[in-house]
Nanobody, 127 residues
Framework: QVQLVESGGGLVQPGGSRRLSCVAS????????MAWVRQVPGKELEWVST????????AFADSVKDRFAISRDNAKNTLYLQMNGLNSDDTAVYYC????????????????????RGQGTQVTVST
């Protein structure tokens, strides 16, 4: 079955950097667009970034644009999120998520089209 396992979270000082990883299994990772989303307890899920299946097309939420980078290594079935210039607003549980359609587009994020997520990894930005 589809499994997504995120890692790399932790406590980071404001202005610091962190790289998250998501190892995928149970499906042909190279055939699917992927996304990172995040959630603060009590708030709605927030889309962060999307990448197409080749890694050539990406999109970012305005709140993280120019600070975060998304990438993937299809040979390793792994998705990454490089986060720079972190601030307290970035504190959240981060999840990777799989697109439901097997095609070559860079999809607009819609939660119902990215239903599968991992267990998440907590990122806390604080002194």
């Amino acid at each position: 079955q589809v499994q997504l396992v995120e890692s790399g979270g932790g406590l980071v000082q404001p202005g610091g950097s962190r790289r998250l990883s998501c190892v995928a299994s149970g499906f042909a990772f190279r055939n699917y667009a992927m996304a990172w989303v995040r959630q603060v307890p009590g708030k709605e899920l927030e889309w962060v970034s999307t990448i197409d299946r080749t890694g050539g097309l990406t999109a970012f939420a305005d709140s993280v644009k120019d600070r975060f980078a998304i990438s993937r290594d299809n040979a390793k079935n792994t998705l990454y999120l490089q986060m720079n210039g972190l601030n307290s607003d970035d504190t959240a549980v981060y999840y990777c998520s799989k697109y439901i359609f097997n095609n070559g587009e860079l999809p607009i994020y819609r939660p119902q089209e990215f239903p599968k997520r991992g267990q998440g990894t907590q990122v806390t930005v604080s002194t």
